[in-house]
């Protein structure tokens, strides 16, 4: 049971380049998130999926895509990198457990955008 | 809507000393609080999650978090700080127990564990 995994763990882009990041989990889990962190500002939501073939816009969308692709994975696209994007991400996935729904995280990936 | 308010970025304290992490939310609706620590170059690890079925939380590692409704805090302590609790410290509240639109976190608190 590997939990949530992301690849790459670490990508530099130039500005204008695009790259999609993975990220799986094998917990059987509905709901799907990914988080950026940036210094001083904790964790934002960029988007996250309810379910299966369902997402929806979080706290800082703008510049981002993603795909449900499966019950298993979620990816993030960045279709022209920018130096603002420069962040670690963060993957993660919920379920409900005791009347409250629980967030499980991945390791994270670094990405520089140059 | 809901928020998180961390009281200062980076706290410091000397091994076997307490540890008081402040943490302060707002939200519209009876919210779900959670800790989360992160240790360097790691991802973030659950300490502790407040559910309303008792307002005193124990968690991991000997941490625990008191909610307190009046005060609108979930404050985070120990009572003696090691020099392997250095790391960062998260508060998170979710507005819904059940709902699947993420959370939201406050900005984060630095622990330093002085030797």
């Known amino acids: 049971n590997a939990g949530v995994t992301q690849t790459p763990k670490f990508q530099v882009l130039k500005t204008g380049q695009s790259m999609t990041l993975q990220c799986a989990q094998d917990m059987n889990h509905n709901s799907m998130y990914w988080y950026r962190q940036d210094p001083g500002m904790g964790l934002r939501l960029i988007y996250y999926s309810a379910s299966e073939g369902t997402t929806d816009k979080g706290e800082v969308p703008n510049g981002y895509n993603v795909s449900r692709l499966n019950k298993r994975e979620f990816s993030l696209r960045l279709e022209s990198a920018a130096p603002s994007q420069t962040s670690v991400y963060f993957c993660?996935?919920?379920?409900?457990?005791?009347?409250?729904?629980?967030?499980?995280f991945g390791p994270g990936t670094r990405l520089t955008v140059l | 809507a809901q928020s998180v308010t961390q009281l200062g970025s980076h706290v410091s304290v000397s091994e076997g000393a307490l540890v008081l992490l402040r943490c302060n939310y707002s939200?519209?609706?009876?919210?779900?609080l959670f800790w989360y620590v992160q240790y360097p170059n790691q991802g973030l690890q659950l300490l502790l999650k407040?559910?309303?079925?008792?307002?005193l939380v124990k968690g991991i590692n000997g941490f625990e978090a008191e909610f307190k409704k009046s005060e609108t805090s979930f404050h985070l302590t120990k009572p003696s700080a090691h020099m392997s609790d250095a790391a960062e410290y998260f508060c998170?509240?979710?507005?819904?127990?059940?709902?699947?639109?993420?959370?939201?976190f406050g900005k984060g608190t630095h622990l330093i564990i002085q030797p």
């Open positions: 407040y559910t309303s079925a008792a307002t």
């Open positions: 939200s519209s609706v009876p919210p779900y």
């Open positions: 998170a509240v979710s507005g819904s127990g059940g709902g699947a639109d993420g959370l939201t």
């Open positions: 993660a996935s919920s379920v409900i457990a005791g009347g409250l729904r629980e967030q499980f």
